[in-house]
């Protein structure tokens, strides 16, 4: 428990370096598109519930998935993004994303036995519609490399956070009363997603 509390941290600790060194180089990266895009996935309740889902489901699987799960959500929304930035078109990516809220925090809610190569798989599927919709809506003037950075960096602090929850539900609520916690969140977000639905 100390190793992971210990490699959360430094993983926080490096994310929030990024975008200080980024924007240290002049020309390289301009402050707003780098804000925009940090903006942007904590702006939407559809997008936060769905990238702390992620970390939740992560920190629950264990293993191999506490990392394969975020980072194939992170490479396929940068692979998203793009294509949205390009004007790709992409069906139904409203109806991609409300699904990942259900469907990541009915994961976590339930936990059925997949393998991690399922899970990576699902995860990165949902991840695009993610992607695509950050590049859609990207400001005129930003850089897309700015924008692209900040979204990611926002990103992977949400996944960290949901991870972050987890060990702390671990290592203060032990027992079957943890492990309903754990899927208690997971029940939470997917409520979340059913309000944003009807609410919609």
């Given amino acids: 428990m100390r190793r992971t509390g210990l490699a959360l941290g430094l993983a926080g600790a490096a994310l929030m370096a990024l975008p200080a060194a980024a924007l240290a180089h002049p020309g390289h ?41 975020p980072a194939a959500f992170v490479v396929a929304m940068i ?14 990516v409203e109806f991609g994303i409300l699904g990942s809220v ?22 990165a599927a949902f991840a695009v519609f993610h992607g695509f919709a950050h590049g859609v809506e990207m400001p005129a003037a930003a850089s897309p490399w700015a924008y692209g ?31 309903a916690a754990v899927r208690g969140s997971g029940a939470l977000v997917a409520f979340g997603g059913v309000a944003l639905v009807l609410l919609g």
């Fill in 102 to 123: 259900l469907a990541l925090g009915a994961l976590v809610a339930f936990q059925p036995k997949l393998s991690v190569g399922v899970c990576v798989a699902i995860t």
């Fill in 29 to 69: 990266m301009e402050p707003a598109g780098f804000v925009h895009g940090f903006e942007h996935p904590l702006g939407g309740l559809d997008h936060l519930l769905a990238m702390v889902a992620v970390g939740l489901w992560a920190a629950q699987s264990g293993g191999r998935a506490l990392v394969a799960l």
């Fill in 149 to 179: 950075l900040g979204f990611t960096v926002a990103t992977a602090l949400l996944h960290a956070g949901g991870i972050g929850l987890i060990v702390a539900v671990r290592r203060f609520v032990q027992g079957n009363a943890g492990r």
């Fill in 79 to 92: 692979l998203g993004g793009f294509a949205g930035m390009a004007g790709l078109p992409l069906p139904a």
